[in-house]
């Protein structure tokens, strides 16, 4: 018999102020004395993209340590489950040793976030990249559905997850891709793709809730209500990982970070700018992004409680 004790367990919708238009995550408040196998498999079992389990820091600069569960693996870094975690650790009573700011201790080392009022911003951690391989892009493009004119720019992207980054030729050409995600899963690679709004953004905005109203119904109003209402987006992202068990992930903190880093330093977008994911999954996600004058990359998003009790383990 398997001895089991109530842990207080919260289910965060990140990347968004609206509750259930984000990237949900499941967040066991306190981790301690589970093997890596139970974390496993209770990743598993909630199927979300990401379930993260809190621990004491090992490293005295931090204020908490994470560990990172997708429904096939460990992972060193996670965007939104970097945010979704120190929001329910926040929440849960936790006190930062620093005003303002918080350390949370990942796989990746330390990842530092600031406080914006209910927002928080991760600093994207280093990355490595590369440009691909041209056979590995050709395989990626055609499950895809891309020819190679519609690819503006491409590199590997590596910050604990490891991206191959596509640039289209814009926004338009991100939405309407309808990827072979078994082709993506036997390649082995995690993919991510972004484009830059058109000029004639009312014409965007009437295309794509007609293509939501036909693929998730009412729902879409919301959707269509929340791109209308707010700021303007400056930028459309997907990411799909059929390589760990997800299709296509809502929204991403990770390949944000390692685009935004990509993209700035080579000048294809502004050292600030705001990133939308999830439209096509009925999500309405957003990504702040913002170069410091220290040349930082900081990576900021609300998240929403949506779930909040108990869970034995």
Not at 63 to 80: K, M, N, Q, S
Not at 139 to 153: D, M, N, P, R, Y
Not at 200 to 208: E, K, T, V
Not at 280 to 298: F, H, M, N, P, Q
Request: charged share 20%; hydrophobic share 45%; aromatic share 6%.
């Amino acid at each position: 018999m398997i001895l089991m004790k109530s842990r207080p367990f919260k289910q965060v919708d990140v990347f968004t102020a609206t509750a259930y238009f984000g990237n949900p995550l499941a967040v066991v408040i306190d981790g301690q004395d589970l093997d890596d196998a139970t974390m496993q498999r209770f990743a598993q079992w909630t199927n979300l993209s990401e379930t993260t389990f809190l621990l004491p820091p090992t490293d005295p600069a931090a204020d908490y340590r994470v560990r990172i569960f997708t429904p096939g693996g460990e992972l060193p870094f996670a965007g939104h489950p970097t945010i979704g975690s120190c929001h329910a650790w926040l929440q849960a009573g936790g006190k930062p040793k620093a005003a303002g700011r918080v350390v949370q201790q990942c796989g990746a080392g330390l990842v530092p976030l600031r406080r914006d009022g209910e927002r928080l911003a991760f600093a994207a951690p280093p990355l490595k990249r590369s440009a691909p391989s041209p056979a590995l892009l050709a395989k990626v493009a055609g499950a895809l559905g891309l020819k190679a004119q519609q690819i503006v720019a491409a590199q590997m992207l590596q910050n604990g997850p490891a991206w191959l980054g596509l640039l289209l030729e814009n926004a338009d050409a991100v939405l309407q891709l309808r990827p072979d995600h078994r082709l993506l899963k036997e390649l082995g690679v995690e993919v991510g793709v972004a484009g830059v709004p058109s000029a004639d953004d009312s014409s965007q905005l009437i295309s794509r809730s007609n293509r939501e109203a036909r693929a998730f119904g009412t729902r879409s109003a919301t959707v269509a209500a929340i791109d209308t209402d707010g700021p303007t987006i400056d930028l459309e992202v997907r990411a799909f990982a059929a390589a760990v068990g997800v299709d296509e992930d809502p929204v991403t903190g990770s390949f944000n970070a390692g685009l935004a880093e990509w993209l700035i330093a080579d000048g294809h977008m502004p050292e600030r700018y705001l990133a939308a994911q999830g439209q096509c999954l009925g999500r309405a996600g957003r990504v702040y992004i913002e170069r410091d004058s220290d040349g930082k990359i900081w990576v900021g998003g609300d998240a929403v409680t949506c779930v909040d009790g108990h869970v034995s383990l």
